[in-house]
């Protein structure tokens, strides 16, 4: 368990200004109450430590107050700008989602660059929305929280489920995944479950995902034109939305040079809080989808939070 303490708590009455250290603050829904960056969007409440003060006062040769940066709540205890999108704060009801790392610097234009004469914000600071309420003072401590993402992966196949051959598809898709994970210093759970082509089976794990808040669902197998090849079809009645250009896009890439990966009717989209994908059967069809997927992944999962995050 990992704990930060809250140093000062700070408003300001308009934007692009410092803010002034208070008693406590008052965190609603739209943010912090009465302070200029409240409102229905992404960056309700700003937080910056004072490890990110240290290294400015040994640039600057000055020391700086709390809110100086007009942060809305002054820390001490971890890195902030250490943390991702999507991790929280909590203490007792209040619960704080991690939405932004750092923002735009507007540079000589902002009167926190005058008056400070630089800004840390840009690259350190963070920014939350608000989940749970209540106030906060200093001298309170923070939880923290890293988000756990939750990825199953689902081999279709009649021959490897019965103990024919080995499943390697399902293998592959999870090394690639802890590569791309691994990569970005987020903490993930991976699920493997090998299953006969069975529709029926299939879509009890497509409820169980949808119903655990999984984030991802890869499958693999059962995505060309054969007889037992449902997959797609399984899938389909279970997305809210379809995200079809990134699996046209595959296919047509790959599809220049390999015609028969034409064939497949992989589909992409949004199910519920989840994202799925069908992926074919085979070593190099996963290889060829996972390269395109991990591209956009985390965006997708972003905006499926409601994150503008770029």
């Not at 109450?33 to 040769?61: P, T, Y």
């Not at 898709?173 to 029926?200: A, K, M, T, V």
């Amino acid at each position: 368990m990992q704990m930060i303490r809250i140093i000062s708590v700070n408003t300001s009455e308009q934007k692009g200004t410092v803010k002034r250290p208070v008693d406590k603050i008052e965190l609603t829904h739209k943010g912090v109450k009465n302070d200029a960056h409240a409102g229905h969007w992404n960056r309700q409440v700003s937080l910056l430590g004072m490890e990110s003060f240290a290294k400015f006062e040994m640039e600057a040769g000055r020391k700086v107050t709390p809110g100086e940066f007009a942060e809305n709540i002054t820390t001490t205890g971890m890195n902030l700008w250490t943390t991702h999108a999507l991790d929280r704060f909590t203490t007792g009801d209040i619960e704080l989602e991690v939405t932004q790392i750092g923002k735009e610097c507007h540079g000589t234009g902002c009167a926190i660059f005058k008056e400070v004469g630089n800004c840390v914000m840009p690259k350190e600071g963070i920014f939350c929305r608000v989940l749970g309420t209540g106030n906060l003072m200093g001298g309170m401590e923070l939880e923290y929280h890293p988000k756990i993402y939750r990825l199953m992966v689902i081999t279709l196949s009649d021959r490897a489920s019965a103990g024919e051959y080995e499943d390697k598809s399902g293998p592959r898709i999870r090394e690639l995944l802890e590569l791309h994970f691994s990569g970005l210093n987020i903490q993930y759970s991976i699920f493997n479950i090998l299953i006969p082509d069975d529709p029926h089976k299939l879509e009890e794990l497509l409820y169980q995902a949808k119903e655990e808040l999984v984030d991802v669902v890869l499958t693999t197998g059962g995505t060309g034109i054969g007889p037992r090849d449902f997959t797609p079809d399984v899938v389909k009645p279970f997305l809210d939305k379809e995200i079809p250009g990134i699996m046209e896009m595959i296919r047509m890439k790959y599809g220049m040079e390999k015609p028969a990966a034409l064939l497949s009717r992989s589909v992409a989209g949004v199910m519920g809080k989840s994202l799925v994908f069908t992926l074919p059967g085979s070593i190099r069809g996963v290889n060829e989808y996972m390269t395109e997927i991990s591209k956009s992944l985390m965006h997708m999962i972003h905006m499926l939070h409601g994150l503008d995050v770029h």
